[in-house]
């Protein structure tokens, strides 16, 4: 059973077992990766991810769980590149101090701790922008690598055979009798070729051992002229000149042979073949007529010996395709006496990757087909360690000595995984490198007996250290602890929302100094959770916290506002967020003109306004990024007047009970008044106080003599009544404010923005509103007795069983106001009425019910 990994559109990253992605996908990431920075190679899977602050880069080592990469405190990554992937990581970071130049890492097996091997290594792009850094392996070989260093001014070749703990710049050929090291020395250039029909510029292959082929310059520095060919036949230690010009390179037969031609900008007819290693060079026509060579395709199979050369005679023409076979090259196949062993070496030294190697190939010159069968290492034998076979371990730093020291950041106690993993020294072993500590050496971590200690170094942490989360999604918390045993040791970890779990040791991060505790956990209501770690034993105790956001993106926003308001009276503003997020969205309070919004954490302000005529409001919520936006209009006046409204009882029997129908019947109630008493809709909204009790007599005649009714279907004839011409009409003006504030109930609210509500009995109520049932006994009459209120009204069933209030003929409608005192405190008899969501409304002080 396999696994697939795929990249969705929304660069989510995906694992699934093959044959059942339905039923088995995981998502690795909450959140999206980077694109463009997932990498397979050999056994590891790289990821990068950019969210806020620096970016993060995760590894996958044999097809385990990420792990974050950890560099050292200060490296402050901008970006890694990835060079090889052979045992162990070797990477280029460009640190926060770096522009034209990268830095070498390498890191431990899993990839997860890496450690400096060569600063400041220089690096170009391509035509197409492609990242070029001047490193290299060579393969076949362990532990040898190549760079090139930018410092001074200056970039110069140096070699390791340490895979990178030492570097040494490269020994100039024996033929150079004026360049001596250390002002001269030999320098190659490492770039990558961009077509893969054309060799790089430098090369080298697994099948043969120890043969590098590189073009380059003698002197203090690398430069771009006076450029030729160069090749080392071990390994890069000693290297002879082959060419006194700049040739591409391909490699015949896996290494048997050598073949050159010169740059693609010259016409040739003929190549060069080499099998003694370049020490003579024959040359070959392959074409009658100059042919500008633009690529050699190798064939894969090496059993037929044929290339085939493309190119083009001329600058308009078309591609030419040449086939040429190389057998003839070779007259047999490779005896013993055809074969020859060659030790690897580092400047005489025989100890390489901590053990004496001999290799075995071709004998130069000898004519004969070697295939793969005798590319191999013939024998190896183990050295003593020194220093050099270890690399400094994560939190130390090489010396001038070569020792490894704690970096001045390391606060670590200096324990291994575990305690019985041993005690680190500052040292890890090279990867692939086979020394042989003796007794008397102290490089490897050393077996101890654990001593129980206090915890200490608590860290709470999410699994991708996002504190951020959806409701009912999966949310892992990494407990990590220096407690160097966890005998004894008590570990909670208190959810937040009322959940307290106890922890044990689940795993320890590979090469960690860690103990590491996880726990998964699904929060099913949005909110702010804080979530507290606590490790305890007999010695002391350590806390850790956080707290996470569990948030949903806001989809829809109601603004709810008084339509109409007295001069400078405090009202209250506020808003039903869909779906409900407690104190995880913040709300913006634009004001009129205001060039500033008021921000606030809750859904509700307090506000009054000081300017007579229309003032706008606009709430926007933010949550998880996502702006959701709403609008009203109050009318801001010093007086106006309210009447109660009755209908026709077959009015009911038509009330689907929902905002808009209420909106509509408003609007038609509203234009078959201004139609019937000859008024503009207008005057209804108008500050005009010398004709309140003439307007006030007008509307009450027509009310009377049911000239108000309209046809709410073809069928259904609706009349509308005063249904309290005494008390209940009351005018309110600004500083003198009566027990009920007086509003033309049946206005539109949607369009004038006058009346919250035309019944009360259509149970659809405001958040902001506060709703009171009195006796049925009481009759109508005001009352007002220390900013208290309490109004008359008609009969009106509270039971919450029924869908609907009964309404009989010329009941009141229970009208709403805003325009009371501010210090007046509106109570309820019954309950506030409650949002869809079931929570409790904000209350409005200023707001009664008529």
Known sequence: MGICVFMQVLLRYITCLAGSCAESRKFPFPGRIDGGSLVVQDDYVFVQVTTVGPTKYFVSYQRQPFQNIQLPKYCLPKDMH?????????????????????????????????????????????????????????????????????????????????????????????TERRCSLPSCSLHLHLRMSESPYSPDSIISTVYTPGLVI???????????????????????????????????????????????????????????????????????????????????????????????????????????????DYRSLFDQQCASEDIQTWPLLNQGEPCVMGQRQIFRKRRPGSRCIQGRRHLKLVSSE???????????????????????????????????????????????????????????????????????????????????????????????????????????LDVQLDLGDGVCVSLSVLSHAPDSMTHVYTHTHVYTHTGIYRVAAHVRNNLGAADSQLFLHVTTPVEQVILSTPRVLLLGQQTNLSALVLPDTPKTAVY????????????????????????????????????????????????????????????????????????????????????????????????????????????????????????????????????AQLANLGPASQEVRSGHLPGVSVLLLFLSVAVLGVLT????????????????????????????????QSVSSAKVSTESSSPRTSLNHSSPIRALECGLHPSADLKTTHGAVRAAAGKTQHHLPNCTTV
């Open 82 to 174: 990835i060079i090889s992937t052979e045992g162990q990581i070797l990477a280029g970071v460009q640190q926060w101090n770096e522009n034209d130049t990268y830095s070498l890492y390498t890191s431990d097996r899993h990839g997860n701790y890496f450690s400096p091997a060569l600063t400041y290594v220089r690096i170009s792009r391509s035509v197409a922008g492609v990242l070029n850094m001047d490193a290299y392996k060579v393969a076949g070989v362990s532990g040898v690598l190549l760079a090139n260093r930018k410092q001074g001014g200056r970039v110069r070749t140096f070699i390791s055979f340490s895979q990178g703990q030492t570097w040494r710049l490269l020994t100039p050929p024996a």
């Open 214 to 324: 590189a073009t380059g310059t003698v002197g203090s520095e690398l430069t771009n002229h006076n450029t030729r060919t160069f090749l080392s036949s071990d390994a890069g230690n000693t290297w002879r000149q082959v060419f006194d010009e700049e040739r591409r390179v391909w490699f015949l037969d896996d290494g048997g042979a050598l073949l050159a031609i010169t740059g693609a900008l010259v016409p040739i007819k003929h190549l060069w073949v080499s099998t003694d290693e370049g020490r003579s060079w024959l040359q070959y026509r392959f074409s009658l007529s100059p042919l500008f060579v633009d690529g050699v395709l190798m064939e894969q199979d090496t059993h037929h010996h044929i290339i085939t050369i493309f190119g083009h005679l001329s600058h308009r023409s078309d591609w030419l395709l040449i086939k040429v």
């Open 382 to 488: 183990a050295c003593s360690c020194t220093p050099y076979d270890f690399e400094c371990d994560y939190g130390f730093e090489r010396q001038s000595d070569g020792r490894c020291s704690p970096a001045f950041w390391y606060r670590g106690p200096g324990k291994g995984t575990n305690c019985t993993s041993g005690q680190t020294s500052g040292y890890r072993k090279v990867v692939s490198n086979s020394c042989e500590e003796s007794v008397e050496d102290h490089f490897s971590p050393r077996m101890h007996q654990c001593d129980n200690t206090a915890p200490s170094g608590v860290r709470l942490s999410t699994a991708h250290r996002d504190l951020t989360a959806r409701p009912h999604t999966n949310i892992t918390f990494l407990i990590h602890t220096h407690q160097a045993s966890s005998a004894g």
């Open 588 to 719: 913006y309070w634009w004001i009129d003109n205001s060039t500033e919004p008021v921000v606030t954490l809750e859904g509700w302000l307090f506000i009054r306004f000081h300017r007579l005529g229309l003032a706008h409001v606009s709430l926007q919520v933010s949550s998880e990024g996502v702006v959701r936006q709403d609008s009203s209009v109050i009318r801001v006046t010093e007086v106006f007047r309210s009447m109660l409204l009755g209908f026709s009882p077959n009015l009911e029997e038509h009330n689907p009970a929902i905002p808009e129908w209420r909106e509509d019947l408003a609007r038609v109630v509203m234009a078959t008044i201004s139609q019937v008493i000859g008024l503009s809709p207008d005057w209804l909204l108008v500050d005009v106080s010398q004709w309140l009790e003439k307007m006030s007599q007008v509307l009450a005649h027509a009310l009377n003599q049911n000239w108000v009714e309209f046809l709410l279907s073809p069928e259904v004839r609706i009349t």
């Open 757 to 788: 509500f035309l019944m009360y009995r259509f149970k659809r109520s405001l958040p902001w509103i506060q709703v009171q049932s009195d006796e049925p006994q009481q009759k109508g009459s005001d009352e007002m007795d220390g900013g208290r």
